[in-house]
């Protein structure tokens, strides 16, 4: 099997879809020409024409607009928003258009849209490069999230994202584009190429939206995560010598519950890890509905880590970062009761 | 650069010239050793050098008195230079280390200064616009007869709430000057791949406000139209719009494959255009001597040196750090 990056996972998804259905178009800031600032789309200009892959002005409040548009007359917009720091501007077409468009027409018009963003940090990229803000999304009926951690699942969950007839956003780790990340910033970071879940499938297949991982098979607790941090909660688990099951999300919305509620009442103890900030992240989400359906399989508390609720910080970006010691500290807190 | 306002003003004096001279090779040193940094590891992320724009921040400094406003992008070190901002507080917080202008919370996108009327750089782009607008908005409120300098890019110039600030701006005829820093790209994006005209200052037309063209290679000229603009906001006329076309010769940021435009482009620029250069010919011209232009390189290289000393010397702000400048009042918080 073909050893891609995260990178070319998502170009090669997007060179699968583009051949497939001709109403497939790419557009976002430097996309074209450039090839996208992290090349994701590197290539595609120059092989399917600038009609169906091109640059836009620095305006995502008018790119996600226009895409609705798009999507609406029937077409399949994949847009791509530089960071997902810079969709503010283009949140309200987000929630108020696309969303709703739906609900709103009973039916009649929908919105069949990719919205792909790269999200995360662990880049020193600072408060306006390194945000995680899926819960942003979650809380809005009528987008779907996905957040792939391998460039495996980048390619399956993109390409089921293009198929889907709602709107999908797409968002990628970007400290994951070149290489499994597992919080060890001193340590030498590992390529995708060595690592067996860089192996990608070559044409087209499918990862369903809505469909849980388990990654590690464990017995003694639940760690609940998705995205970076789903290569954090292994490197954390290794360290801490507790058989723990690893459970990676893939999509927040629709969530697989069955999935984590089977894991959950089976090992009886339960941490949930994501990056972003923790109040009202989608943990407390994932806290609330796992408890609810494991209340008396439930040995501890579910305990949350996530990112600190800050700004992200430009220094000390290292001990801002959720790491496995974190991680470790709260498996070794929900082992203890 | 096909349009190009020539120089008006023969009647500069050296000591003027001298002061432009100084300030913008203050600023390409700067960048130059923040770039050495970089390349060290010592700088992280996100970097965006102003070298090859010198002119336009400092000629447009030259226009402004005490008490007017700036506010930026991302692309900030120039203008927090040239406003007088401690060349090592700046590179402190390019580090990340408590003696930074932002504690080393910011980085190089995010450094303010009260003292200095310097409202910041801004990471994402357009956001600072409406701000500049609302900033003349009260300068124009206490009637204390101050500017504000709103800069901003040619991609920036497609973002929709810059027409919002435009229009708010005319309406209520704030002083504010929109300056749109045209080098020609927005990242990998030359301008004619995003934006529909050529002639970014006529945006305003529509708005009544005037614009015009500015070459920003020649701080001469900047500092004519910089003057012209300051009167028009003074005089209660309203917003006015400036297009200065300038030319970055480094990357968009550290990790540019600068793939986009051929080597010859900025080597041209470099050698043809070079705002620096034309200042130190006019210099030599007006016979001040090589000597007294050393004396000036060295002068810079040492504040330069310095602010590059302090910026590995500060510590690193200590973890608390990260929980203030929040709320003004802290609001406890779990820690996991
Ligand atoms: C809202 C938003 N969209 C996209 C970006 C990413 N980005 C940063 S700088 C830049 C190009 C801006 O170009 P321009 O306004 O011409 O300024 P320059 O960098 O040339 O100084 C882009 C697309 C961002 N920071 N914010
Ligand atoms: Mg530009």
């Keep these: 099997m073909p050893r891609m990056t995260m990178i070319e996972a998502i170009r090669d998804a997007h060179v699968v879809a583009m051949e497939a259905d001709p109403d497939v178009i790419v557009m976002g800031e430097d996309v074209g020409y450039f090839g996208g600032v992290f090349r994701c789309t590197a290539g595609l200009q120059k092989q399917f024409g600038v009609a169906r892959c091109f640059d836009t002005p620095i305006s995502e409040l008018g790119i996600v607009g226009t895409g609705v548009g798009m999507a609406a007359y029937g077409l399949k917009p994949v847009i791509e928003i530089q960071f997902a720091d810079y969709m503010y501007p283009g949140y309200d077409q987000l929630v108020s258009e696309a969303a709703r468009l739906r609900y709103r027409s009973a039916g009649e018009f929908t919105c069949p849209m990719v919205v792909r963003m790269p999200t995360g940090g662990g880049i020193f990229g600072a408060q306006t490069h390194s945000q995680s803000p899926e819960a942003l999304f979650t809380h809005v009926a009528g987008l779907k999230t996905v957040v792939p951690s391998t460039p495996a699942d980048a390619k399956g969950l993109l390409l089921a994202a293009i198929a889907d007839p709602d709107p999908v956003i797409f968002l990628e780790p970007k400290r994951l584009y070149n290489g499994p990340y597992d919080g060890h910033h001193d340590r030498p970071s590992v390529p995708w190429s060595k690592h067996p879940d860089g192996e990608v499938e070559a044409g087209h297949y499918t990862i369903p939206l809505g469909k849980a991982r388990i990654v590690r098979e464990g017995t003694d607790a639940t760690l609940v995560t998705y995205g970076t941090m789903v290569h954090v909660a292994l490197a954390a688990v290794e360290e801490a010598g507790i058989d723990v099951e690893v459970i990676d999300l893939r999509t927040l919305l629709p969530l697989d519950l069955e999935t984590i509620t089977a894991s959950v009442c089976k090992t009886g103890r339960c941490v949930v890890l994501h990056e972003a900030t923790l109040t009202s992240g989608y943990g407390a989400e994932l806290a609330a509905l796992i408890q609810q359906d494991c209340f008396y399989s439930l040995e501890a508390p579910i305990l949350r880590v996530a990112g600190w609720d800050t700004p992200y910080p430009h220094a000390q970006e290292w001990d801002y970062f959720p790491g496995p010691a974190r991680v470790r500290r709260a498996l070794e807190t929900v082992m203890k009761d | ?336």
Aim: hydrophobic share 35%; net charge negative; proline share 3%.
């Design chain 2, 1 to 336: 650069m096909a349009t190009r306002k020539t120089a008006a003003k023969s009647n500069v004096s050296t000591d003027e010239l001298l002061s432009y001279y100084r300030d913008m090779l203050l600023i390409r040193r700067f960048e130059e050793k923040a770039g050495q940094l970089y390349g060290m590891g010592l700088i992280g992320g996100f970097c965006h050098l102003y070298i090859g724009q010198e002119a336009v921040v400092v000629g447009l400094e030259a226009a402004a008195e005490e008490g007017d406003k700036r506010i930026t992008s991302y692309r900030d070190h120039g203008h927090m230079l040239a406003c007088g901002m401690d060349p090592n507080g700046v590179m402190a917080e390019l580090t990340g280390r408590e003696g930074g202008y932002s504690k080393g919370k910011g980085g190089s996108m995010h450094m303010f200064s009260k003292e200095k009327h310097f409202y910041g750089g801004h990471g994402i782009v357009g956001a600072q616009v409406p701000l500049g607008a609302g900033l003349a908005f009260a300068d124009k409120y206490k009637e204390n007869g101050r500017v504000t300098f709103t800069y901003f890019g040619d991609g920036a110039a497609n973002q929709g709430q810059v027409y919002e600030a435009f229009n708010m701006a005319a309406l209520w005829k704030l002083p504010v000057i929109f300056v749109i820093e045209n080098n020609q790209y927005a990242m990998g994006t030359a301008q004619k791949r995003s934006t529909s005209t050529e002639e970014i200052h006529k945006r305003g037309e529509p708005f009544g406000i005037p614009g015009e063209l500015v070459d920003g290679m020649n701080v001469l000229a900047v500092k004519d139209a910089g003057d012209k603009a300051v009167a028009h906001c003074r005089e209660g006329k309203g917003p006015y719009i400036l297009e200065i076309k300038t030319y970055r010769y480094r990357g968009h940021s550290m990790s540019d494959p600068a793939k986009y435009r051929t080597r010859e482009e900025v080597q041209k620029m470099r050698e043809e255009r070079d705002p620096i250069e034309q200042v130190r010919g006019m210099l030599l011209k007006a016979e001040v001597g090589e000597d007294k232009l050393k004396e000036i390189d060295k002068e810079i290289k040492e504040i330069v040196n310095a602010s590059a000393d302090f910026s590995k010397e500060s510590p690193e702000p200590a973890l608390e750090e990260l929980w203030t400048d929040i709320y003004a009042d802290e609001i406890p918080q779990e820690v996991n």
